[in-house]
T-cell receptor
Framework: GAGVSQTPSNKVTEKGKYVELRCDPISGHTALYWYRQSLGQGPEFLIYFQGTGAADDSGLPNDRFFAVRPEGSVSTLKIQRTERGDSAVYLC???????????FGQGTRLTVV | QKEVEQNSGPLSVPEGAIASLNCTYSDRGSQSFFWYRQYSGKSPELIMSIYSNGDKEDGRFTAQLNKASQYVSLLIRDSQPSDSATYLCALYNQGGKLIFGQGTELSVKP
């Protein structure tokens, strides 16, 4: 596609539920990054993929968070047993390869009630 | 020490003035540096990239890099009210992770 696409744009879920957030990167981009952003803060790194493999998942806050990229294109961020503290904007970015310019999708605003 | 540090601001400048935004970083191995602009409620938008020491100009924007001092800056000439946004400094660390500062809020007053 022309740009990075994230779905849904907004997601409201109840505490304790499971959610999946999807990211469709720019075609041909091998690197894909997930971030979480709270109001007034910069994007907080969660995980990045080079191809199908997670190259660095050091930012995932706990084992409730998991991400996959099975075919090296679309990625899904999965959050189990959601908590109110998980409420934030989740951003996805992609780049042609490591250490090149990265471009963001429009984000998914997750609200846990 | 944070990996990427920026003053949170807000930085307020009058229309037509030069806005100067600064960023320091801790990983001496970092080679690729970026500035993003983020309007309220929107996602970050890439505006400049810089890889070598010195200045890089693009229109009203100039990025400056000094690897010895571990310092990156962004100058915006002839600032316009439409430049009011949060500016994020970002870099790849040696592990290939793209990390961001907390951002500097810029306000350009007409």
């Amino acid at each position: 596609g022309a740009g990075v696409s994230q779905t849904p744009s907004n997601k409201v879920t109840e505490k304790g539920k499971y959610v999946e957030l999807r990211c469709d990167p720019i075609s041909g981009h091998t690197a894909l990054y997930w971030y979480r952003q709270s109001l007034g803060q910069g994007p907080e790194f969660l995980i990045y993929f080079q191809g199908t493999g997670a190259a660095d998942d050091s930012g995932l806050p706990n084992d409730r968070f998991f991400a996959v990229r099975p075919e090296g294109s679309v990625s899904t961020l999965k959050i189990q047993r959601t908590e109110r503290g998980d409420s934030a904007v989740y951003l996805c970015a992609s780049s042609f390869k490591r250490e090149t310019e990265a471009f963001f999708g429009q984000g998914t605003r997750l609200t846990v009630v | 020490q944070k990996e990427v540090e920026q003053n949170s601001g807000p930085l307020s400048v009058p229309e037509g003035a030069i806005a100067s935004l600064n960023c320091t970083y801790s990983d001496r191995g970092s080679q690729s540096f970026f500035w993003y602009r983020q309007y309220s409620g929107k996602s970050p938008e890439l505006i400049m990239s810089i890889y070598s020491n010195g200045d890089k100009e693009d229109g009203r924007f100039t990025a400056q890099l000094n690897k010895a001092s571990q310092y990156v800056s962004l100058l915006i000439r002839d600032s316009q009210p439409s430049d009011s946004a949060t500016y994020l400094c970002a870099l790849y660390n040696q592990g290939g992770k793209l990390i961001f500062g907390q951002g500097t809020e810029l306000s350009v007053k007409p």
